[in-house]
């Protein structure tokens, strides 16, 4: 990088250096955000480490599980820049952040980002530390594969978020089809074809009458799903774009609308072969990416404008959500309430349903949950390959876990 820095220091390069950092190991940064950060440091001024670390924090950091890993990149980027990676070495193994799953997954996720960009703005023209050597003990391994399988998308890396790509990029949906009203010809029929009948008796003058018969026609119902792209949801959401653009390269008649504060039909971006060109395209149409959250009033959008458009011949919708509605407007339950009627099924797909101790506390999930057919976890790579097996048959029976949470929803 040219050197391009006021004379006197270089702390606008380091800021955007380790806004870098923050964005590699996973917090949702763009330039936007790295806009903020320098102005609120320049507003504020740099009177002491407390000053930049609590002036960056609140440009930076708008979510409560992001402030763990903020911490620990702020105390390790700024003690010493000149030797990043000496300091990972040193100084990662001793921070202590709470749980060891937890610790594990973001002391990873910061290692891989400060390795990115090892160096700030300061170092340019010092040659590179020497790498340490790697020791590898492959006894008692297993599968990547099958870790990646069950890895939570929110505590994946860099690299397992590429590889998660990759295999979202292969995922077929084979919706069980549904009859139609219209008929085709099939000699093995149970309904006789009486107007082709007729015709291909006045061929011969009528002297023999040859039975034609049809068979109703089945087609995979229309997917419509709404995707919450607020700041709870902002992970999850980016992969289950790259869902949604796999199912609609693999088949038909897929609507996709992404809300936050507003509704945005993307459908149309993502009906780009190239996936990167179309989550670009997404991102250009999208306004309210990881603001707050208005299910209720979004949800009225959808049924006044597009519900008539795309939810005939029996769709099948897929609400995408962890229900944490900031609508102070009571219509959420008259909005879902109508979407269930207008759809052949209704399928929430909640990140927060894969712990076992989840409970419908939020006002907008005990509104959601009784006027859903199916409630289904969707974090990490096996539960959309559980997605697909449950939409290629019919609707099941609620288990014990629906009806507790249909019983607390409704208390």
């Known amino acids: ?91 990662l193994p001793q921070i202590e952040t709470g749980r060891d799953e937890d610790r594990e997954q973001v002391m990873r996720r910061l290692a891989e980002a400060l390795q990115q960009y090892p160096k700030p703005g300061g170092d340019q023209g010092r040659p590179p530390p020497e790498p340490p050597e790697l020791e590898i003990d492959a006894t008692l391994t297993f599968s990547e594969r099958e870790v990646l399988q069950s890895t939570d998308f929110e505590q994946m890396s860099a690299e397992e978020l590429a590889q998660a790509k990759r295999a979202i990029a292969g995922l077929h949906l084979p919706v069980r089809p549904l009859p139609m009203r219209r008929f085709r010809a099939s000699a093995s029929g149970p309904r006789i074809d009486l107007r082709r009948t007729l015709r291909r008796s006045l061929r011969g003058g009528g002297a023999t009458i040859d039975l034609v018969r049809k068979t109703r026609r089945y087609r995979p119902p229309p997917i419509v799903a709404l995707c919450d792209i607020s700041g709870s949801m902002s992970r999850y959401s980016r992969m289950l774009l790259h869902f949604l653009h796999a199912v609609t390269s693999d088949r038909d008649r897929v609507h996709s609308f992404v809300f936050g504060t507003r509704l945005t039909n993307v459908t149309r971006h993502l009906r780009h072969r190239d996936v990167d ?26 049924n006044r404008w597009w519900g008539r458009r795309v939810l005939g011949q029996g769709a099948v919708v897929l609400l995408i959500t962890d229900g944490l509605d900031r ?39 005990r509104q ?20 697909a097996a449950v939409l290629s048959r019919e609707a099941a029976p609620a288990d014990a876990r629906m009806e507790r949470w249909r019983t607390m929803a409704a208390a």
């Open 368 to 387: 959601l949950m009784p006027h859903c057919d199916d409630f289904r976890p969707v974090h990490n790579l096996e539960s959309l390959a559980d997605l």
């Open 277 to 302: 060109l179309a989550l670009d395209r997404v991102a250009g149409a999208v306004e309210d990416w990881s603001g707050g959250t208005r299910i209720g009033t979004c949800l009225h959008d959808f």
């Open 1 to 91: 990088m040219p050197d391009t820095a006021p004379p006197g220091g270089r702390l606008a390069l380091n800021i955007m250096q380790f806004c870098r950092v923050l964005r590699a190991a996973g917090l949702p940064i763009g330039p936007g955000k790295m806009l903020q950060a320098l102005e609120a440091v320049r507003t504020v001024g740099v009177g002491s480490r407390a000053d930049l670390y609590w002036t960056l924090h609140a440009a930076l950091v708008n979510r409560r599980d992001q402030r763990e890993l903020f911490d620990q990149a702020f105390h390790i980027f700024w003690r010493n820049p000149d030797l990043l990676k000496r300091a990972m070495a040193l100084m």
């Open 327 to 365: 609508d102070t407007a009571h219509t959420l339950e008259t909005e879902i309430e109508r979407l269930h009627k207008s759809c052949r099924r209704l399928i929430w797909l909640n990140p927060l349903l894969r712990y076992d101790g989840y409970a419908p506390k939020s006002l907008g999930a």
